[in-house]
Every structure is written in C-alpha cells, then in structure tokens.
C-alpha cells in the first residue's frame, strides 16, 4: 500500500490515491498468467484507440507503444506525465479518446 500512489498513481492527488491503494483489489496469479479464452484478440479484427500516460510506472510507456503500433488504433494519445491511472488523473482526455472512437463507429 505504500508504494501504490507512487507506483500506480503517481499523478493522483494524494488523498485519492490513498482511497485508491486501499479499495484497488490485489492482481491474481491468474491474471498474469492465464492465457485468452478467445482464439484471437478482439483488437486483430476490430477498430481500436491507444491512450496512456507517459509516466506510467506500472507498464512502461515503450511496451504501451509497442502494443499501439501492433493494434494500429484510429487514434493513439499519449498524456504528458500521465501515470498508469490516467483514467482518475485525466479523465477529460481520457474522454475526448473515448468520444473520438464512439464518433468513429456511428
């Protein structure tokens, strides 16, 4: 729990970070670890939007672009010192990608 603001949050106001550490369910080992259930990703074959900060200690910003470039999304946003909870950081730019792809598939 104490590592959780500045690992997972880092650019979170501290007193919601310290909500976040203490409601954040732990990952399981099955998590990491299990393959998917499906044959083939969803984003091989359906349209797809990349946003992550740039500050992400959790997923390094160079695995998220890798993972972008692989799915080749419309639109790919990275946020300036973004960490891995950008949803709760920057959820107006969150929501501008998320719009943008409800836009794209009317």
Known sequence: RDAYANCFAADVPPVLAEAMSRTQRPISEQALTAGLSADRPAWRSRPSWFVYGDDDRIVPPA????????????????????????????????????????????
Do not use: K
Not at 73 to 94: E, K, T
């Open 63 to 106: 695995g998220h672009r890798r993972m972008a470039q692989r799915a080749e999304p419309h639109l790919h946003r990275v946020l300036r010192d973004g960490s891995h909870a950008v949803c709760v950081s920057q959820p107006d730019a969150v929501a501008d990608v998320i719009l943008h792809a409800v836009a794209a598939v009317r």
